[in-house]
């Protein structure tokens, strides 16, 4: 038992291939293995929406606490901004002389 294979070219030539046992004769449990593959594959793809769905949750809740974080950042950046802001007014003032209207001398 050889076995061939005759393969055909665009241009008309014919070949005849002689095909090597491990091509004619798969190796022991062959279908058992692809079925594990292709089982494993199905598995991972069915397995998908439930990930994307978990990831996509994941992502919004680390944006939110990013978020919160960036908002707390902000507002001591702020805090610090205003007590300089208070302090050079005050400066000015006493060294100009002027007098600051009680409302803005209540933000001090």
């Given amino acids: 038992g050889k076995s061939l294979l005759a393969v055909g070219d665009d241009h008309g030539h014919l070949h005849i291939l002689k095909l090597p ?5 798969g190796p022991e449990r062959e279908d058992e293995i692809i079925r594990q593959v ?3 594959e199905y598995h991972r793809i069915e397995g998908e929406p439930a990930r994307s769905t978990t990831l996509e949750a994941l992502k ?6 990013l978020a919160a974080e960036d908002e707390e950042i902000v507002q001591q950046e702020d805090s610090v901004i205003d007590e300089e802001y208070r302090k ?15 409302s803005d001398a209540a933000l001090m």
């Fill in 38 to 40: 292709l089982d494993r």
């Fill in 21 to 25: 046992v491990n091509l004619i004769c």
């Fill in 88 to 102: 050079t007014l005050a400066e000015f003032c006493e060294a100009t002389g002027i007098s600051l209207p009680a």
């Fill in 60 to 65: 919004q809740q680390t944006s939110k606490t």
